[in-house]
Nanobody
Framework: QVQLVESGGGLVQAGGSLRLSCAAP????????LAWFRQAPGKEREFVSA????????YYTDSVKGRFTISRDDAKNTVYLQMNSLNAEDTAVYYC???????????????????WGQGTQVTVSA
């Protein structure tokens, strides 16, 4: 069982920045592949970014490339999502997710991830 605690969401003006954090206290964090998803009102949950075991492999959805950066600190059992140049389309509830398997990694599929954070609201005002 992996428990995840998210923080860092909030209200920000367009063009601003936020950094989301997702901690998994007491876990063997270095063994996990990690991701961020988001869900806007009335829409399905969508993939945002993912990071592999070593931290060298990273993936982003096209709409956030160049603006968002995913990173991990295994010593702190924490994954981060630095979000810059935010716009109204980034408004959503953001979820971190953990993949504990060693199988092929379909990083963009929610089904790949067995554990999820509680979600943190990000609201970008125009």
């Amino acid at each position: 069982q992996v428990q995840l605690v998210e923080s860092g969401g909030g209200l920000v003006q367009a063009g601003g920045s936020l950094r989301l954090s997702c901690a998994a206290p007491g876990s063997t964090f270095s063994r996990y592949r990690l991701a961020w998803f988001r869900q806007a009102p009335g829409k399905e949950r969508e993939f945002v970014s993912a990071i592999g075991w070593s931290g060298l492999t990273k993936y982003y959805t096209d709409s956030v490339k160049g603006r968002f950066t995913i990173s991990r600190d295994d010593a702190k059992n924490t994954v981060y999502l630095q979000m810059n140049s935010l716009n109204a389309e980034d408004t959503a509830v953001y979820y971190c997710a953990v993949d504990t398997t060693k199988t092929n990694w379909y990083y963009g599929s929610p089904d790949q991830y067995a554990y999820w954070g509680q979600g943190t609201q990000v609201t970008v005002s125009a």
